[in-house]
Structure formats: structure tokens, C-alpha cells
């Protein structure tokens, strides 16, 4: 949970889309769901609707099954690219149940119809979701092979009007110029541009992403999942992130 400092800080932002990768709900396996992983993530999430934000969510599906490798090892790149989409959809019901065993109301909305698990993708309906402040989760990326959940995530943030996206990261706390956990002598970048990104293959989001958040203005604010009450300090304007802006 978050330290007393942040606990009546009015937030800076009041609609935010939060994407996660698959791998961040792994916890220290090697495949699959770490419950209390999935839990602890969870009550990020309460704590920062607490505070009045609306939450949306994209969760990849990396720690079950991922379509680029499995196109990679000789599978067929759509079939394996539709693979992926149904691993998201079993982690955002998996987040579902860990929301909801916290008390919050929550949706999850696939790209591909499913009627007996989720509802299907309606934008107003979603929207309406979020004015009711349920936590809408969006499921198998944009329901289209060779599209990421990245970009998925940039989409439906802008479909939500959702005043920025937030990426939370494993192991990192922002975006660096190399790879922290390899060079010792990484700096990380306080605020960077779309251009930067793009130009330097800086690893925030997949070049689609980053090309759709640009044309829309929408911020990217990049920090980590790992320390308690992170996700609600980024929204009371504290806490250590890099933000990707124009």
C-alpha cells in the first residue's frame, strides 16, 4: 500500500490506461500466474481508484503463451499471433477475480466475442463502464494477428479519452538510454520525445505504439511495478517514472 504521504493527495490525472506485460504477473516462475502476484498488483489498482481515478487495463499474454515466438519456432504467424490474443484473455480474468475478491467492479471486454466469459468490445459501453468507475479490462489486444498488446493499449486509451497511459515495468523504474540490469553506467531519462524513442529504439513501447500516441498527443508515463504504492504515488504526481511526451 501506499505511505502516508500520498494517502489524501488528490490525483493528477483522472482517467489512465495502466499496461502490464504477462511476464509481470509471473512473479519469480519461470511460466504461468504467481497468485499473490496477480493480488498484490490488484491492490495497486484499488488504491489508485480509491483516490477517484478510472482505470483501464491491457495485460499481455507473454507469461503463457507469446505469437512472435511460437511464429518463430515454425507455427503459422496468425494462428500463433491468435494463440497470444487467448492468453490475455485468460490474464485478464485472472486480474478480474483478483480485483473483485478486493471488492471493486470490474469488466472484462475481448476483441474477439466470448459471450459465456466477457463482453465484447463496444466503445460507448466501455466508456459508460468507466463513468460508473468499474475497472475495464481490455482482452485480446485489438482482435487483429501482428498488431502487440502495446499497441492495443494506445488504442483503446484513445478510444477511453484517457489522459495518458502508464506502463509499469519489472525490474525497472523508467526508461534508459541501455539496459540497466547489463551497464552499470545506464542513465535514465526523466522525459524523452515520441522522436527519441523512435530514433534511438529506446524499449518502451513497439513502434506502432509509440507512432499512435504521438498522432494523438496521449503521454506515456513508464515506471515500476515492483515498489508498494508506486502506481498510486505516479498518480499523485510523486514517484520516480520517465514520462514519453511530444
Do not use: W
Request: aromatic share 4%; with cysteine; glycine share 10%.
Amino acid at each position: 500500500m501506499a505511505d502516508s504521504g500520498t494517502d489524501d493527495a488528490k490525483p493528477v490525472l483522472t482517467r489512465v490506461m495502466l499496461k502490464i506485460s504477462g511476464e509481470a504477473l509471473m512473479g519469480d516462475q519461470g511460466f504461468g500466474l504467481h497468485p499473490p502476484t496477480v493480488e498484490r498488483i490488484a491492490s495497486e489498482v484499488r488504491s489508485v481508484q480509491e483516490m477517484g481515478v478510472e482505470v483501464c487495463m491491457v495485460i499481455g499474454g507473454g507469461n503463457i503463451f507469446r505469437g512472435l515466438q511460437g511464429s518463430a519456432q515454425g507455427m503459422e504467424r496468425t494462428t500463433a499471433d491468435y494463440m497470444g490474443m487467448l492468453a490475455t484473455v485468460m490474464n485478464a480474468l485472472a486480474m478480474q477475480s483478483a480485483l473483485e475478491a478486493q471488492g471493486l467492479h470490474t469488466r472484462v471486454i475481448s476483441a474477439i466475442p466470448m459471450d459465456q466469459v466477457c463482453e465484447p468490445y463496444i466503445r460507448r459501453r466501455a466508456v459508460r463502464h468507466l463513468e460508473k468507475k468499474r475497472i475495464v479490462i481490455f482482452a485480446a489486444g485489438t482482435g487483429n494477428p501482428y498488431f502487440t498488446t502495446d499497441t492495443a493499449a494506445a488504442l483503446r486509451a484513445n478510444e477511453m479519452s484517457c489522459e495518458a497511459i502508464l506502463m509499469g515495468k519489472n525490474g525497472v523504474d523508467g526508461v534508459y538510454d541501455k539496459d540497466p540490469g547489463v551497464h552499470d553506467d545506464a542513465v535514465r531519462y526523466d522525459r524523452v520525445t515520441y522522436d527519441e524513442v523512435l530514433q534511438k529504439h529506446l524499449k518502451v513501447m513497439d513502434a506502432s505504439a509509440i507512432a499512435l500516441a504521438r498522432e494523438n498527443d496521449l503521454p506515456i508515463i513508464v515506471f515500476s511495478l515492483d515498489a508498494p504504492g508506486g502506481f498510486r504515488s505516479i498518480l499523485a504526481g510523486e514517484g520516480v517514472c520517465t514520462r514519453v511526451e511530444g
